[in-house]
Each structure stands twice: as C-alpha cells, then as structure tokens.
C-alpha cells in the first residue's frame, strides 16, 4: 500500500513539474513580443468655409448709428456680390446697440454716444472664392466700413467634414505600415512574427499643412490628417 502512495505521490510531483515547465515556458513565451508604429497621412482641401465679418458703426444719436450701420451692410453686401458670392451664403447674426452714457464707468459721462456692432456670416462650400475674397477685403476698409475682431477670428476659417470618408483607409495603411516594421524587427532579432497581442487605432488629428508660427489649422484650407497607431505582436 505504501508503495503504491509513493508512486500516486511520484507521479503527481513529475505532472506538477511537467505543467508548471510548460507554465513558465508559455510565459517566456507570451513576453517576447515587439511594440510597433504605423502612420499614415492624407493632405486634404477643406470642404467648408466660415467668415465672420463684423463692422462697427458709431454716431451721437441713435439714428445716425443705425444710418451708418445700415451703409456699411449694404457696403458689405456689394462687395460680396463682386466677389460671385451668392446673397444666400449670407446670415444676418449678432447685433449689438451700446448707449455709452448708460455706462458709468466710461468716462465720457458729457456726451452721449451710440455704438452699433453686427455681425455677417457667410458660409460656402466654395472655398477659393472665399479665399479670393478675403484677400480683397481691404476694399472694404477703404469704402469706410469699420470692420471689427473683437468677437472671434477675422479671416475665414476652413473646415474638413470627411474625417469618416477616408478613415478606413488610413487604418488599414497604418496596420500596414507597422506589421512591416514588425517583420523587419523579427529578421533582425532571428525571430519569427507571431500573432497580434494588442492593437491601439490611436487619435486621428487635423494639422495645418503648413505649420507656420501663429497660423492655425483653421485658417488654412489645405491640410493634413494624421494617425498613429500603436500594435503590439508575439515573437516566436
């Protein structure tokens, strides 16, 4: 009977052991692997344009204030009708009217004077007319209206809306990218690629395509998309 309990109890240590090497080999195993990266980059044309443009328009009574306000739209809306850009492009948004003597703290308590500041948004798909016409803003300037930043960016800004249309493809070209890095790392360690053990899409960002000091991704109609990712994969 004793023999037999020390067989039972021989065998059962050589399985232990047996399991606990083929435990401690997979582990060696499973922590031989290779971190990549793969990127990809598409330049771009922005599909929507945004102008804001915004005029002040002062006067010491409110009628006047109003007369100057309501020259310098119709300025503006001659001068968008040079440029072709069709009057629907056009919204009539914020409107401000300042009664300086209302505010105590302005310092000029003596003489009353009004403020009007409103703000035109032209919208369009057509972006090298807005381009073409932001150039030629300065005629604006010389046809007397004041025009105002006070609220936001003067320029244009440029938007791209077809992130979703070209992500596929830029996903499969950075997992290309890395699993050839992959390869290329297990040819010089002697190795053998394996099987992908973690994958990380990453962020994809809109850059200027001209990355100039203070000029914004927004301001310029052509740009670039760009993603990391990151993939981890087993090495045999």
Same mark, same amino acid.
């Given at each position: 009977?004793?023999?037999?309990?020390?067989?039972?109890?021989?065998?059962?240590?050589?399985?232990?052991?047996?399991?606990?090497?083929?435990?401690?080999?997979?582990?060696?195993?499973?922590?031989?692997?290779?971190?990549?990266?793969?990127?990809?980059?598409?330049?771009?044309?922005?599909?929507?344009? &945004?102008?804001?443009?915004?005029?002040?328009?002062?006067? #010491?009574?409110?009628? @006047? %204030?109003?007369?100057? *306000? $309501?020259? /310098?739209?119709?300025?503006?809306?001659?001068?968008?009708?040079?440029?072709?850009?069709?009057?629907?492009?056009?919204?009539?948004?914020?409107?401000?009217?300042?009664?300086?003597?209302?505010?105590?703290?302005?310092?000029?308590?003596?003489?009353?004077?009004?403020?009007?500041?409103?703000?035109?948004?032209?919208?369009?798909?057509?972006?090298?007319?807005?381009?073409?016409?932001?150039?030629?803003?300065?005629?604006?300037?010389?046809?007397?209206?004041?025009?105002?930043?006070?609220?936001?960016?003067?320029?244009?800004?440029? &938007?791209?809306?077809?992130?979703?249309?070209?992500?596929? #493809?830029?996903?499969? @070209? %950075?997992?290309?990218? *890395? $699993?050839? /890095?992959?390869?290329?790392?297990?040819?010089?360690?002697?190795?053998?690629?394996?099987?992908?053990?973690?994958?990380?899409?990453?962020?994809?960002?809109?850059?200027?395509?001209?990355?100039?000091?203070?000029?914004?991704?927004?301001?310029?109609?052509?740009?670039?998309?760009?993603?990391?990712?990151?993939?981890?994969?087993?090495?045999?």
């Amino acid at each position: 009977m004793k023999v037999v309990s020390a067989l039972i109890i021989g065998l059962c240590a050589i399985v232990a052991a047996s399991l606990l090497s083929d435990g401690l080999t997979g582990l060696r195993t499973a922590d031989r692997y290779v971190t990549v990266k793969g990127v990809a980059e598409r330049e771009v044309q922005a599909d929507l344009a &945004l102008w804001p443009l915004r005029f002040v328009a002062t006067g #010491a009574s409110l009628d @006047e %204030a109003q007369n100057k *306000a $309501r020259n /310098s739209r119709e300025a503006i809306m001659a001068f968008l009708k040079l440029q072709a850009i069709d009057e629907s492009s056009v919204e009539l948004q914020r409107l401000d009217v300042t009664d300086t003597r209302a505010n105590p703290y302005s310092g000029n308590n003596n003489e009353q004077q009004y403020i009007i500041n409103q703000s035109l948004m032209i919208r369009s798909t057509d972006i090298d007319r807005i381009r073409q016409a932001a150039q030629n803003v300065s005629e604006l300037v010389d046809s007397g209206v004041v025009l105002s930043s006070d609220y936001g960016p003067s320029g244009p800004t440029y &938007l791209f809306s077809g992130l979703n249309e070209i992500k596929p #493809a830029m996903i499969a @070209e %950075a997992t290309a990218a *890395a $699993r050839e /890095s992959a390869q290329q790392f297990a040819r010089d360690a002697e190795a053998e690629l394996g099987g992908l053990r973690r994958a990380n899409q990453g962020v994809f960002q809109i850059l200027a395509r001209d990355q100039a000091p203070g000029v914004s991704e927004q301001q310029q109609p052509v740009k670039t998309v760009r993603v990391v990712s990151t993939f981890d994969y087993y090495l045999k």
